[in-house]
C-alpha cells in the first residue's frame, strides 16, 4: 500500500513558477514509477509528466514539454514538479500517482493517486 500527498499549488501569475511535491509511505517508493496528471474543470483528467523507478527515463506531454520537469529523491519517498512559464490553461488540480506496469501515460495502469492539489494560473 502506498499513500501519496501531494503539496505545493497556489495561485501564481502566468510566466511564473511553483514545485509540487509528493511525497509517499511505504519502503516500497522506489520500485514504483511515478506520474502527474491533471484535471482541469469539466474536462477529463489527463497525463503531464511521469518518471521511472530510477529516475533515468522521463516523460511528457507535449503541451508541457520543456517548461515542466518531473523529478523524484528515492531517499525522500518524493517525486516533484518542477513547473515553470506557467500559462493559465495550465489551471487544474493536479494529482500524483504511482505505478509498476511502466504504463506511464495511461491512467489505468496507476494503482495509487493523491487527493490533488489546486493549482491557478492567472492571466
Known amino acids: 500500500q502506498v499513500q501519496l500527498v501531494e503539496s505545493g499549488g497556489g495561485l501564481v501569475q502566468a510566466g511564473g513558477s511553483l514545485r509540487l511535491s509528493c511525497a509517499a509511505s511505504g519502503r516500497t517508493f522506489s520500485s514504483y514509477a511515478m506520474g502527474w496528471f491533471r484535471q482541469a474543470p469539466g474536462k477529463e483528467r489527463e497525463f503531464v509528466a511521469a518518471i521511472s523507478w530510477s529516475g533515468g527515463s522521463t516523460y511528457y506531454a507535449d503541451s508541457v514539454k520543456g517548461r515542466f520537469t518531473i523529478s523524484r529523491d528515492n531517499a525522500k519517498n518524493t517525486v516533484y514538479l518542477q513547473m515553470n512559464s506557467l500559462k493559465p490553461e495550465d489551471t487544474a488540480v493536479y494529482y500524483c500517482?504511482?505505478?509498476?506496469?511502466?504504463?506511464?501515460?495511461?491512467?489505468?495502469?496507476?494503482?495509487?493517486w493523491g487527493q490533488g492539489t489546486q493549482v491557478t494560473v492567472s492571466s
Open positions: 500517482a504511482a505505478e509498476r506496469r511502466g504504463g506511464y501515460y495511461y491512467q489505468f495502469e496507476y494503482d495509487y
